[in-house]
């Protein structure tokens, strides 16, 4: 991809994906506007974002749609496979695996690691539960790149490394900590908690 | 709060707090940057980010730590009660309920909302699940402003509008679809599988 792509515009490109996908199928064009209006956003900031991506827009009648959603979609990967495990079986973990929609963008989740001998040989939404002591060759074997860290604050620093070890290159956090990792391995934290504070501070 | 502080700053906010709060008791004072060389920000960053809260640092010693953790409370309203509800008591729900840590931002979570006889009547982490019929009359009662969506998406939509006629101000939406809502209601939407093809997306 272009690496060169603020994350801040990164992250508005599912949305754009979602919502082209969701306009019904005679709609075969859509401008920067109709999007910007749609979503509640300035049509110069939706351009901006769509000229990351390989579509290009024609004066007045805009993007052709399929053309937009198959841009979108190879600029965030969605055609490629990729591998996922998450890391912590709880409650969490297991609502991440009952989620869905990974696979829109090419992810699949594969397997799920424990150190709970009540969870480890079990299936979660039809995906093994191994003990975290298998990851060092589960992960590699999956080439599994993604993991999903849904273990309490006070391990996620150590199952962090874990996972480091095995050859994961990129963390979503979901354990309200921050973690210390390599500059070879991106993380995104999503603090819940933090997440409705900031929304209880727009309030 | 401080209308005027762009949510890009106000999502700092909490990690700021948590790195401070996270340091040994005996650190009194803080350098704007320190906290930018722990957490791999740029300076300017953080003593701009901070300069929207009331603290006020001190040539050469920095911030006392203390000082920045109240104004970053006080900021974040972490001292103020605010009362929130769950919509939908299935997995991710129940995640939620079990997540915590909200109430080091001052948020309770004080119910939940089903429409699944097998789930309304009982009790979540504590929390009672009522049918989203009573939704109504629980709302107002508990004076929830906040609620965190965690319905299947094709729900979305009509629980959010629920939600919205029963005075919630501000919802965190997890369903993997946009919602709309009038625009004296903010939403805040976490799109997990978007969140992690967006981190696919950058290794």
Tied chains: 1, 2.
Excluded: W
Excluded at 75 to 88: D, M, Q, T, Y
């Amino acid at each position: 991809m272009d690496k060169d792509i603020p994350v801040i515009s990164l992250q508005r490109l599912p949305i754009y994906l979602n919502y082209l996908k969701s306009l019904s199928a005679d709609k075969l064009y859509v401008t920067s506007g109709l999007i910007a209006e749609a979503l509640g956003m300035g049509e110069v900031l939706v351009r901006k974002d769509l000229a990351y991506t390989s579509a290009v827009g024609r004066p007045r009648v805009g993007y052709v749609r399929a053309e937009l959603i198959t841009a979108l979609e190879d600029f965030l990967g969605c055609k490629r496979r990729r591998s996922a495990v998450i890391a912590g079986a709880g409650a969490l973990g297991r609502a991440v695996l009952g989620y869905g929609g990974f696979s829109n963008y090419g992810i699949e989740i594969d397997a799920a690691f424990d150190n709970d001998a009540e969870k480890v040989g079990r299936q979660i939404a039809g995906r093994p539960v191994y003990d975290i002591s298998e990851a060092k060759t589960r992960i590699p074997a999956l080439r599994a790149e993604l993991a999903v860290l849904c273990v309490p604050a006070n391990y996620a620093q150590e199952v962090a490394d874990v996972l480091v070890a095995c050859g994961i290159k990129a963390i979503m956090n979901f354990a309200p900590v921050l973690i210390k990792t390599p500059d070879s391995v991106t993380v995104r934290h999503i603090d819940v908690a933090a997440n409705l504070a900031i929304l209880s501070s727009m309030i």
